[in-house]
C-alpha cells in the first residue's frame, strides 16, 4: 500500500468509526451493561486504531519511517492489550474468542514489524506494506465482530 492508499484506508476507517458511533447512539441499553460497554468499545477500537496507523503512515511515509514505525509500534500495543483485556472476559463464545485472539496476534506482529522492518524483507515487501496487510486484517475481523454483534450473537454472549 503507498502512501496515498493510506490516506484512502484512513479515511474509511474514520468513517467506520462514524457508523459506529450512530449505531451506539442509537442503543443506549448497550452502554448500560459494563459487558457490552467492553465489546462496544473493543469494536470502536478495532476501527480507530488502524485509522490513527493510516494517519501516521502518511505523515513518515517512507520519507521518515520511524514516524510511522513508532506511531505503529505504540498503537498496536495499546490495541494488542485492549484486546487481551477483552479476550480474558470471553466467557465461552468462540467466535470472540477466535476473533479477539487473531486481532491480538495482529496488533502483535504489526508491533514487531514496526520494531523489526526487516522482518517484511523475506516476504518481497516493504515493511509499510506488510503493515498495511495486518490492517486490512484488523478490519475484516472489525467487521465479521460487528456482524456479529449487530445479528444479536455478540450481545447475548456479553451479556452472560
Do not use: K
Amino acid at each position: 500500500m503507498s502512501v496515498p492508499s493510506y490516506a484512502l484506508f484512513s479515511a474509511t476507517c474514520f468513517t467506520l468509526v462514524g457508523l459506529w458511533w450512530n449505531v451506539v447512539q442509537s442503543h443506549h441499553d448497550w452502554m448500560r451493561e459494563p459487558a457490552l460497554r467492553r465489546v462496544v468499545g473493543g469494536i470502536y477500537l478495532s476501527f480507530l486504531l488502524p485509522a490513527l496507523m493510516g494517519l501516521f503512515a502518511q505523515v513518515g511515509g517512507t520519507e521518515q519511517p520511524q514516524v510511522w514505525r513508532a506511531a505503529f509500534i505504540v498503537l498496536a500495543v495499546v490495541g494488542c492489550a485492549s484486546t487481551l483485556r477483552l479476550l480474558a472476559r470471553a466467557r465461552g463464545d468462540r467466535f470472540l474468542t477466535w476473533q479477539q485472539a487473531a486481532a491480538a496476534l495482529l496488533y502483535a506482529l504489526i508491533a514487531v514489524v514496526g520494531a523489526v522492518p526487516e522482518l517484511a524483507e523475506p516476504l518481497g515487501l516493504q515493511s509499510i506494506q506488510a503493515e498495511a496487510l495486518m490492517l486490512i486484517g484488523l478490519i475484516v475481523l472489525g467487521h465479521a465482530l460487528v456482524w456479529r454483534f449487530m445479528a444479536g450473537e455478540g450481545r447475548a454472549a456479553a451479556a452472560d
